[in-house]
């Protein structure tokens, strides 16, 4: 018997950084995320699809999104369990527990683990998240399948860590857990970065959510005498991409533009830039990227360019003697007791602003930077 799993997908994202018409086509992305999960398992003949949680985003899931997984769930003919996660919790609002969903659809609706019997001796165990947070961990309750044959887990939840001493608020469970429940695999949602482990899989987001996060795919299970196996798809290509770009040898912003775009070949989606270098002479801002006539590499519909890397042509010993506000400013900054990054950053986030230039990217790294030192200096992890 073949299984397929996924979870993580967030249907109905907002993406935030992105113009209003490369939101609607980020979310689009993920549709095709789940269209596609659904034809690899009818192409593999699997027997049903696990979802292990995070399918859509509970206070944005639009009506649309949900006949469209009303649709695909009924068009597949497949048997499907969903273990709700806690971004598409089953509380009473929920569309899990306001639609009627075809025969073939089973949600698991409780907080403790409840059972599906599939052919040849397999049964499917899940629980659910009711709340955003705080959901106690599913097998902190003793919990054992009862029963033979082979027994399978699928929810969502986030795995104890004992170096990581943090609140954990979303169904914690230890690794050795899951064995000692008597399941024979576990498929487990929530971290978005997929990983394989002796009892249990990892599937992590079917989609890359953000831009330089780790992501998954959909998972094949196999179960055959009893004994149970493990293979990932293989990826679908990202729709968001993170790269670094050296513009050190570009004479002009056409010569920077024109590194970009190359720098972007051959991929699709969106993109996050950020520039590095010392390009002699050349003064850059985030607009030289972005407006006008430069365009964008073909495939790709927005990028985000952070210029705070660059190291602007500016000779600061022969600034620090100028008889100018430029001159006290340097001085100034140069005479306090600050750390090199540190006084990077502020001359030249002072420097750019006296030149009328408007680099946010380089007052928000300022500020990251010090919103650390308190969390480290209050003992809190940064």
Request: with cysteine.
């Amino acid at each position: 018997m073949k299984l397929l799993a996924f979870s993580d997908v967030h249907l109905d994202s907002k993406f935030g950084w992105a113009t209003r018409e490369v939101a609607r086509r980020q979310r689009q992305r993920l549709r095709e995320g789940v269209t596609w999960a659904f034809e690899q398992a009818c192409q593999e003949e699997a027997a049903a699809v696990l979802i292990a949680g995070d399918l859509f985003e509970h206070e944005l899931v639009s009506p649309d999104t949900v006949e469209f997984l009303r649709r695909t769930f009924e068009r597949s003919g497949l048997r499907i369990l969903a273990a709700p996660g806690n971004h598409d919790y089953a509380d009473t609002e929920s569309p899990y527990r306001r639609i009627d969903w075809p025969e073939n659809v089973h949600i698991f609706g409780e907080t403790h683990f409840t059972s599906r019997v599939l052919a040849d001796g397999v049964t499917i165990w899940g629980a659910a998240h009711r709340k955003p947070a705080d959901t106690p961990g599913f097998f902190d309750d003793g919990f054992r399948v009862e029963g033979s044959g082979t027994h399978i887990a699928v929810f969502h939840g986030e795995e104890r860590n004992a170096a990581f001493q943090g609140q954990y608020r979303h169904a914690p469970f230890e690794s050795d857990q899951i064995a000692a429940a008597g399941f024979d695999h576990a498929v487990v949602g929530h971290s978005h970065k997929p990983a394989d482990r002796p009892t249990w899989t990892r599937l992590g987001s079917l989609e890359r959510l953000k831009f330089n996060e780790a992501y998954g795919s959909a998972v094949m299970l196999e179960v055959e005498n009893g004994r149970v196996t493990r293979r990932r798809l293989d990826p679908r290509p990202p729709a968001l991409h993170t790269l670094s770009v050296d513009l050190t040898d570009v004479e002009n912003a056409s010569q920077a533009r024109d590194s970009v775009r190359n720098a972007l070949s051959g991929m699709a989606g969106a993109a996050r830039i950020r520039l590095i270098g010392e390009p002699d002479d050349l003064h850059l801002h985030e607009d030289d990227f972005t407006t006008g006539s430069s365009g964008l590499a073909d495939g790709i519909e927005q990028i985000l360019v952070d210029v705070s890397r660059l190291t602007p042509p500016y000779d600061l010993e022969q600034i620090e003697q100028e008889p100018t506000v430029r001159g006290m400013f340097v001085q100034r900054v140069r005479e306090d007791d600050l750390d090199p990054e540190t006084e990077r950053l502020v001359l030249l986030a002072g420097l750019r602003a006296l030149d009328g230039r408007d680099d946010l990217a380089v007052i928000d790294e300022l500020r990251m930077g010090a919103s650390q030192g308190d969390h480290a200096d209050k003992g809190e992890p940064a």
